[in-house]
C-alpha cells in the first residue's frame, strides 16, 4: 500500500481560495487558518515571489496554506500543502511532495475520482462543484448536496472540503451533510462587504470546530 501524506485537520473549516497574497494577508489578519493561493495559467518563475511571500504569511499566522497547481515552487519553500487536481496528478511527483513533508489535498468529481483520491492516501479530499460557478469552467454538472453526502459516506477517515458555487445562504446545507470545510472564492472576493462575509463564513462554519491546531 502506498504511504499516506502528512495529516492535516480533521475539520478544516472556512478555506478560502484566493488569488492574490494581497488576499492571502487580509484573510489570515482577519482570522482565516485555512487558506489557498490559486493563480491559474503560470509559469512557476511568474508566480514565484506570490507563492514564497503567501507561503511566509502562512508560518506567521501559524495557518494551514496550501499552493494550487505550483508543487514544485511548494517544495522548494516548504509549503504547509498542495492542492492538486485530477490532471495534475498526471504531471506531478507525488512521491517528492510527501518525502518533502507537504500535506495534499485533491479535487474529485466523481465515484472513479474518488477512488482514484483514496488510492493515494492525500490529505483531504475536495467534492465538486457543489453549485452552478461562475469561477471556473466546468466540464460536469454540480453534484448538489444529496450526491455531496452520498460521497461523504465513503470518506470517514478523510478530512473533506466542499467546493463550487457555495454562498452565505447555503452554506448550512452544506455543513448538514457533514463536511469538515467549505472552500469559496466569491462568497468573499465578490462580497459588498468582504471583511463581513468573512465574519459570518467563520462563525458559521468554524462554529464548534477545535481550535486551530497548531500548524
Ligand atoms: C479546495 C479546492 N478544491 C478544488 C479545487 C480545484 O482544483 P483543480 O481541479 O486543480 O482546478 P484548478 O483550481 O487548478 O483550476 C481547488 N483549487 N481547491
Ligand atoms: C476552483 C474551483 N474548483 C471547483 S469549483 C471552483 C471555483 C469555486 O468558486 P466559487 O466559490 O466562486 O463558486
Ligand atoms: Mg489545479
Redesign the pocket.
Known sequence: MTDAFPATASKLGLYP?VDSVEWIARLLEAGVRTIQL?IKDCEDHEVEDAVREAIALGKQYRARLFINDYWRLAIKYHAYGVHLGQEDLDVADLAAIREAGLRLGL?THDDAELDRALALRPSYI?L??I?P????D?PSAPQGVVELKRHLARLHNVPTVA????SLARVPEVLATGVGSI?????I??AADWRAATQQLLSLVENGIEPAEAV
Open positions: 481560495v490559486r479535487s475536495a465538486g462543484h453549485y460557478t461562475q469561477t471556473k466546468m467546493i463550487g458555487g457555495i472552500a469559496v472564492v466569491s462568497a472576493t465578490q
